[in-house]
């Protein structure tokens, strides 16, 4: 499995199947897999954040009555 790893020094790319000890081997593949699921996950939860603040946005903009106005700043503040 190729790997890119991007740190503050660059980019270095590995090749897992390449790494001759067998339980580094397997540990480099299950945390590949991890890391692919948390960046899945975080996709979705951004996508969600997003729907949700849109949804909320529309209810509170179709309910005028909802709307708080900012008081108004006397001249001696």
Do not use: F, W, Y
């Not at 740190?7 to 397997?26: F, Y």
């Not at 897999?33 to 948390?38: A, D, E, F, I, M």
Request: net charge negative; with cysteine; hydrophobic share 40%.
């Amino acid at each position: 499995m190729l790997v890119k790893i991007e740190t503050k020094e660059g980019t270095t790319q590995h090749d897992t199947n390449a790494i001759k000890n067998a339980d580094a081997r397997l540990s480099a593949e299950v945390l590949v897999r991890k890391v692919s699921t948390l960046e899945i996950l975080r996709e979705a939860l951004q996508i969600a954040n997003v729907v949700h603040r849109k949804s909320l946005e529309d209810i509170c903009a179709s309910a005028p009555e909802s709307l708080i106005e900012a008081p108004e700043q006397s001249e001696e503040e």
